[in-house]
């Protein structure tokens, strides 16, 4: 259950770094078979430097990075650990290969307000094939997402995204392995629209073997995120050091 939070909360965390000072903050619940999280996302940046703060489901933990030095960090602050963050790397013992994943974003046509501006709404769906003891399955997430073009910050949140893009990094802590570059082109296609505001996705395993039913039992589950906070203050330099006393690997 915890690799299904993971992978959740990749999907849905929201970063910005380049250009100028951002703050956003994100309220997030996750509704599983056999768990309810709720937790809190917040991404600051400053220049080329960002810091993303993710705390859910006994997980709490930072991606530090600068887009300019090309340096990124994973901070573990249960363990006290500093790690690389690699985001193309595939976790250790993995016992199953993944294809290319497929990203689709339509707009819906519909509209409605969020922290007073103005969004449009799009249908998000993440297709990621994968396959298990021969059997083929895929993991989908797909629901819908509320994106803003207007207001203070949406042209630092676009310029992050780019930014970081363009040189190969990735600006969510936790994309990291097979589910990165579904989340890598998900992010790039929403933020060419605005500032994700709020988004609903529901988390499912589809195939018609065996396994493929046990996943779909354990790994169903509906993740809900709405910004409650998007701030163009300036960020003071000290929130993107390595914090002292911490173990690095």
């Not at 709020?198 to 499912?204: C, D, G, V």
């Not at 779909?216 to 995120?225: D, F, L």
Request: hydrophobic share 40%.
């Amino acid at each position: 259950m915890k690799r299904v939070v993971l992978v959740l909360v990749s999907c849905v965390f929201l970063a910005s770094a380049a250009f100028a000072d951002i703050t956003v903050t994100t309220g997030v619940s996750i509704v599983a078979a056999n768990m309810t999280a709720d937790g809190t996302m917040t991404t600051y940046s400053k220049g080329t430097k960002f810091r993303a703060d993710s705390s859910l489901a006994s997980q709490n933990m930072s991606l530090i990075g600068d887009a300019a030095a090309k340096q990124q960090w994973t901070v573990n602050h249960v363990t006290k650990t500093i790690e690389p963050f690699n985001p193309s790397a595939m976790p250790a013992g993995m016992p199953m290969t993944f294809g290319d994943p497929k990203v689709s974003v339509k707009p819906t046509g519909e509209t409605k307000e969020i922290l007073g501006r103005k969004c449009q709404g799009f249908n998000l769906d993440i297709a990621m094939p994968m396959t298990l003891s021969g059997e083929s399955i895929t993991m989908r997430m797909a629901g819908p997402v509320w994106v803003s073009n207007e207001g203070a910050g949406v042209a630092e949140y676009k310029a992050s995204q780019k930014a970081f893009s363009d040189v190969g990094m990735s600006t969510s802590p936790l994309a990291q392995g097979p589910q990165g570059k579904a989340m890598a082109e998900a992010t790039k296609a929403l933020a060419d629209a605005g500032i994700v505001l709020e988004q609903q996705l529901k988390m499912s395993m589809e195939g018609t073997g065996q396994m493929a039913q046990m996943l779909g039992q354990a790994g169903s589950a509906t993740i809900t995120m709405k910004v409650t906070a998007i701030s163009t203050d300036p960020v003071p330099d000290s929130k993107f050091a390595l914090p002292e006393g911490y173990t690095k690997r």
